[in-house]
Nanobody, 124 residues
Framework: QVQLVESGGGLVQAGGSLRLSCAAS????????MGWFRQAPGKERVFVAA????????YYADSVKGRFTISRDNAKNTVYLQMNSLKPEDTAVYYC?????????????????WGQGTQVTVSS
């Protein structure tokens, strides 16, 4: 079992930055591919970014490419999402997810463990 706890959300003005953290507890965190998803009010949950565990390969949704950066620190069992140049359309609940695989996926059903989410609100 893996437990995931997100933190770092909040209210920020457009153009600002936030860094989300996802702390994992459980065994062999370093063997999980990690992803970030988000869900805006009234919309489906969508892929944001993901990182593999072996090579640290990263993948991004087109909507955040160039603005968001995903990274991980296996020694701290933590994955991060650095969000820069935030826009009002980035407002959502952000979820961290872990997949028991070295291969990342952009599909939420491929992930095995989920955090509770953290709210990010970007004001215009």
């Amino acid at each position: 079992q893996v437990q995931l706890v997100e933190s770092g959300g909040g209210l920020v003005q457009a153009g600002g930055s936030l860094r989300l953290s996802c702390a994992a507890s459980g065994r062999t965190f370093s063997m999980y591919a990690m992803g970030w998803f988000r869900q805006a009010p009234g919309k489906e949950r969508v892929f944001v970014a993901a990182i593999s565990w072996s090579r640290g390969s990263t993948y991004y949704a087109d909507s955040v490419k160039g603005r968001f950066t995903i990274s991980r620190d296996n020694a701290k069992n933590t994955v991060y999402l650095q969000m820069n140049s935030l826009k009002p359309e980035d407002t959502a609940v952000y979820y961290c997810a872990a997949r028991v695989s070295d291969y990342v996926s952009t599909w939420d059903y491929d992930y095995d463990y989920w955090g509770q989410g953290t709210q990010v609100t970007v004001s215009s």
